[in-house]
C-alpha cells in the first residue's frame, strides 16, 4: 500500500518568511498529490495539486515541486502569514482513496 | 454552491445511544466518503460510495453504519460506541471517485 510521510512534524517560521513543508511517497507508480491545509477545529482544506507529468505548479503565494526520481514532493508558501498557521497534509491519491502523510503543524509567529 | 456541510458539529452520546451523523453536497459530485480523524493524526478512511453504492469498507466496526439516500446525502448512524470511537468524523466528496475531495468542517463525537 502507498506510505506517505513527511520530513518534519513541526515548523515554526517569522510573519515574512518563505516556508517549505516536504514530503515523500512509496509508490512510485502514484500520479497524483494534493496539499490541504487543516486550522483548528476545521476538516481539511484544499490548497494545490499536481499531477505527475509536471515537476512544479504555482497558485497564490504557494508553490508545489514533485521530483518523482526521489518520489518527494513540497509545498512553498511565499510570505508566511500568520493565517497560514495549520496543519499541512500532503496527500496521495488512488483510484478511490486518499492517503495522507502524518502532517506538519506550521507555526508563524509576528 | 462549493460546500460540503456536516451536522451537528458536536456531538455527545453514551455507550448506549444511537445516534446519526449527516453530511449534504449541491455540487453534483458521485463519491462521497467518510473519514475518522483522532487528534494530532491524519484523516483515515472508512467507507466511499460511488454512485450511491458503497464500494470501500475499510474495516469499520459494524457499529458504524453508513447510508447513501441519495447522491447529495450522506449519513454515518452510530450505535453502541466506544469511548475509543470520540474523535473528529469528517464527510467528503469528490466529482467522481479518484479525484480530489471536498471535507465538512466535520462533527466532533465525543463518547462517554
Known amino acids: 500500500g502507498e506510505s506517505v510521510g513527511l520530513h518534519l512534524p513541526t515548523l515554526s517560521v517569522q510573519e515574512g518568511d518563505n516556508s517549505i513543508i516536504n514530503c515523500a511517497y512509496s509508490?512510485?507508480?502514484?500520479?497524483?498529490f494534493i496539499w490541504y491545509k487543516q486550522e483548528s477545529g476545521k476538516g481539511p482544506q484544499f490548497i494545490i495539486d499536481?499531477?505527475?507529468?509536471?515537476d512544479k505548479r504555482q497558485g497564490q503565494r504557494v508553490t508545489v515541486l514533485l521530483n518523482k526520481t526521489v518520489k518527494h514532493l513540497s509545498l512553498q508558501i511565499a510570505a508566511t502569514q500568520p493565517g497560514d498557521s495549520a496543519v499541512y497534509f500532503c496527500a496521495v491519491q488512488g483510484y478511490s482513496t486518499l492517503t495522507f502523510g502524518k502532517g506538519t503543524m506550521l507555526l508563524v509567529s509576528p | 454552491d462549493t460546500e460540503v456541510t456536516q451536522t451537528p458539529k458536536h456531538l455527545v452520546m453514551g455507550m448506549t445511544n444511537k445516534k446519526s451523523l449527516k453530511c449534504e453536497q449541491h455540487m453534483g459530485h458521485r463519491a462521497m466518503y467518510w473519514y475518522k480523524q483522532k487528534a494530532k493524526k491524519p484523516p483515515e478512511l472508512m467507507f466511499v460510495y460511488s454512485y450511491e453504492k458503497l464500494s470501500i469498507n475499510e474495516s469499520v466496526p459494524s457499529r458504524f453504519s453508513p447510508e447513501c439516500p441519495n447522491s447529495s446525502l450522506l449519513n454515518l448512524h452510530l450505535h453502541a460506541l466506544q469511548p475509543e470511537d470520540s474523535a473528529l468524523y469528517l464527510c467528503a466528496s469528490s466529482p467522481p471517485a479518484g479525484e480530489k475531495l471536498f471535507f465538512g468542517s466535520g462533527t466532533q463525537l465525543s463518547v462517554l
Open positions: 499536481i499531477r505527475s507529468n509536471m
Open positions: 509508490n512510485s507508480a502514484s500520479d497524483y
